[in-house]
């Protein structure tokens, strides 16, 4: 296995549905901690890079210590952009910034496949969910987006982790060619196994609406 000594946060886009809340400045109602602190305890040893833009400033300022790429057209594109401008040739888990993260499921990537893909088997789907079909050996085949096909097809969560440059070459040039569509779209799994791991029981908690956060924080009372 390679060791992945980075990781990049896609945390470029507007909260559209979150009263203009930077997603990555999203506190849990219990620990009082934002998204960026759960990733960097998850990513600690890792050097962290935060893709930003909009309300930039105001992460950036938040943490300072981060390295930071700026997505100047964050309005207009989607993730995809934002992690073309940040890929380069370097072994990376990368991580919507929208999602509490849990340092037990990172420390269990880390002794999995060089190249893999978090997925899980929930039924409840968002229209804008990336599905995966997967081949014998548990790789990835086709990932797409849309009405899922089967439920046989587990749907990509949005972390990933690509060791190969070859492959985080090819992703990068495919999320530059098309911006406006979502990162995990563009996976290249047509060019080499790529593994789907399932989500076990780790903390993974994605927030995109105020309906969400209500749910973590009935969740999460004693």
């Known amino acids: 296995m390679s060791t992945v000594s980075r990781a990049i946060i896609l945390a470029a886009g507007k909260s559209l549905q979150l009263d203009g809340e930077s997603k990555a400045l ?7 901690r934002t998204i960026l602190d759960y990733a960097i305890e998850a990513f600690a040893g890792k050097r962290i890079t935060v893709v930003v833009g909009f309300r930039a400033i ?5 943490y300072p210590q981060l390295d930071f790429v700026h997505n100047p057209e964050w309005a207009l594109t989607n993730n995809a952009m934002s992690l073309g401008l940040a890929l380069n040739d370097e072994p990376s888990y990368v991580v919507s910034g929208d999602i509490f993260l849990d340092p037990a499921l990172i420390r269990r990537l880390d002794a999995e496949a060089d190249d893999l893909v978090l997925t899980s088997d929930r039924e409840k789907r968002s229209l804008s969910a990336i599905h995966c079909v997967l081949g014998d050996a548990g790789e990835v085949v086709e990932a797409y987006q849309g009405p899922i096909r089967s439920m046989l097809h587990p749907e990509s969560v949005g972390l990933f982790k690509i060791s190969s440059p070859e492959l985080l070459r090819q992703w990068r040039r495919r999320c530059v060619e098309h911006a406006n569509l979502f990162a995990g779209q563009l996976l290249p799994c047509d060019s080499a196994a790529i593994k789907a791991v399932p989500l076990l029981d780790e903390l993974y908690y994605e927030v995109n609406t105020p309906t969400d956060y209500l749910e973590l924080i009935e969740a999460t009372r004693p």
Not at 58 to 62: F, N, R, S, V
């Open 26 to 32: 999203i506190r849990h109602p219990v620990t009082g």
């Open 58 to 62: 105001q992460i950036m300022q938040a």
